[in-house]
Nanobody, 120 residues
Framework: QVQLVESGGGLVQPGGSLRLSCAASGSIFSINAMGWYRQAPGKQRELVAAITSGGRTNYADSVKGRFTISRDNAMNTVSLQMNSLKPEDTAVYYC??????????????WGQGTQVTVSS
């Protein structure tokens, strides 16, 4: 029911910045949380950052102080500002949302994934 549309991935040099954005649309009663995950080749998918409907945020230790997650409640959009990027940040980044529909079912949706490459 809910679709997530991402934008902002690409190639940047080490130390550079990139901003990812994800917009949710569909029949949504409420969104409980939205976040960004990433998966590098041969590695497990990991949580990068998440934000709840109340504005509480959570970050992976590896990105604290460099990445900032925010949510536009009116637009059901979550953004990830990534600064001081490192080659280790290279991965496919996925947007995720946990939400309730009008039947009060708790559901989850994933974006299609966008490639972030940090290389000189």
């Amino acid at each position: 029911q809910v679709q997530l549309v991402e934008s902002g991935g690409g190639l940047v040099q080490p130390g550079g910045s990139l901003r990812l954005s994800c917009a949710a649309s569909g029949s949504i009663f409420s969104i409980n949380a939205m976040g960004w995950y990433r998966q590098a080749p041969g590695k497990q998918r990991e949580l990068v950052a998440a934000i709840t409907s109340g504005g509480r945020t959570n970050y992976a230790d590896s990105v604290k102080g460099r990445f900032t997650i925010s949510r536009d409640n009116a637009m059901n959009t979550v953004s990830l500002q990534m600064n001081s990027l490192k080659p280790e940040d290279t991965a496919v980044y996925y947007c995720n949302a946990w939400y309730s529909d009008y039947d009060d079912d708790l559901l989850s949706s994933w974006g299609q994934g966008t490639q972030v490459t940090v290389s000189s």
